[in-house]
């Protein structure tokens, strides 16, 4: 992901309508051809092993930190308390009570920090925001939130960190894909405040990479049957995440159905977006979208999007609202959003473990 957000930067001459500009100056890795592949980004003066020595550095005013899970907790908050502001990876910690830790800490240093979620900038998801929020929809009956991969259903790949709870948390796949499935209704306001998780596990074991076998104990797949509230009605809400999902490669998706209107929208087929209109007939129209991003860029409003694009936009989105220039458009996760993600998964294990609907706070 490191990568990943180096050559978001690189091309930030895209952005029309952005007046900050991020400039990589530093970056930590342990493994030496990681760091090294940072080489061909000529802004770049500082490649170390140890992430201290990067905080020491009065340059860097912005971290992003893309590690394994057990490792959230104690790198950001040393990012914080080195008096640097932070972009965090999710799940924003191991567990929920690694999540509050990490809050308090940006409470009491009082620095700006954002955790990381991508998809809510294709202009698809924007359109479903935009649907969501324009009380043409009626009464909502039903909403679906999800994420579906199928990375994990090749037996022979061999196992990483997200394939042990020691290392990617007890919470699994909704460690990995719940900020996904979260952050569009969670920034709606559509907490659940009841839910049954149905949790399911993949392999038990898989190569370890050294000729012999690894234990595999985490969480693969996870459909978690919520209520919400919406308008004073209790509303049904399923967040789906998969790590074994036949077929999918790297889908998105959200679908609100209410009495008048209905939307859904699928990363699958990027640039369709899908609007139901109710009445004495009743239609799904089918749009072809462009490039209608919350900030705007050199590309013609016609072509398509693509993950690389929703990751610039994302950091346009922390950039900006660091400085105060957001104006109304899409932020970030925030702290906030984080936490209540985790208390999601927490309740999600709650429920596995005792076969109950479990009430969320
Ligand atoms: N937003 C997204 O779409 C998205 C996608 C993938 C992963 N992620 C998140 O990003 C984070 C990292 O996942 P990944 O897939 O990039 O993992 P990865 O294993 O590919 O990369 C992790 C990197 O961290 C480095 N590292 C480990 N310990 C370190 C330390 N003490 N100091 C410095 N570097 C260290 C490793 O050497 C490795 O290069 C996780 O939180 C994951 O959930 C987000």
């Not at 005013?61 to 990876?89: C, T």
Request: proline share 5%; with cysteine; charged share 25%.
């Amino acid at each position: 992901m490191g990568r990943e957000m180096a050559s978001a930067f690189a091309r930030w001459c895209a952005l029309t309508d952005v007046d900050v500009k991020p400039e990589l100056v530093a970056i930590a890795d342990l493994v030496e051809p990681v760091r090294e592949w940072f080489r061909c980004i000529p802004s770049c003066q500082q490649f170390t092993d140890d992430y201290k020595a990067l905080l020491a550095n009065p340059a860097v005013d912005v971290v992003y930190v893309a590690v394994p899970h057990n490792l959230h907790q104690q790198i950001y908050i040393d990012v914080l308390e080195a008096g640097k502001d932070l972009f965090a990876e999710k799940p924003y910690g191991i567990e929920l009570s690694a999540a509050k830790k990490i809050f308090e800490a940006g409470q009491r240093t009082g620095r700006f920090v954002r955790c990381s979620s991508e998809f809510p900038f294709f202009p698809g998801a924007q359109r479903a925001l935009q649907a969501a929020t324009s009380g043409k929809l009626g009464r909502i009956l039903q909403v679906v939130s999800g994420f579906h991969h199928s990375s994990d259903l090749d037996a022979t790949k061999a196992a990483n960190w997200k394939r042990f709870s020691r290392t990617c948390g007890e919470i699994g796949v909704l460690g990995d894909l719940g900020m996904h499935a979260c952050h569009l209704p969670l920034r709606l306001g559509w907490k659940p405040t009841r839910l049954f998780a149905q949790l399911q596990k993949g392999y038990p074991e898989r190569p370890d990479g050294k000729g012999g076998m690894a234990a595999c104990d985490t969480w693969d797949n996870a459909m978690l049957h919520c209520w919400t509230n919406i308008e004073g009605q209790e509303v049904p809400m399923r967040l789906e995440m998969k790590r074994m999902a036949p077929g999918e490669t790297n889908s998105w998706f959200i679908e609100i159905l209410g009495t008048e209107g209905g939307v859904r929208y699928n990363t699958k087929e990027p640039k369709t977006l899908w609007l139901f209109e109710g009445g004495k007939e009743q239609y799904w129209k089918r749009t072809d979208l462009g490039f209608g991003m919350p900030f705007k860029t050199v590309t013609g409003g016609i072509f398509e999007v693509g993950f690389p694009d929703v990751i610039q936009q994302m950091w346009a989105a922390y950039l900006m609202e660091r400085e105060g220039k957001l104006n109304g458009r899409f932020g970030c996760a925030t702290p906030e959003e984080a936490v209540g993600t985790q208390e999601i998964f927490a309740a999600a294990l709650e429920s596995q473990k005792t076969q109950q609907v479990v009430t969320l706070k």
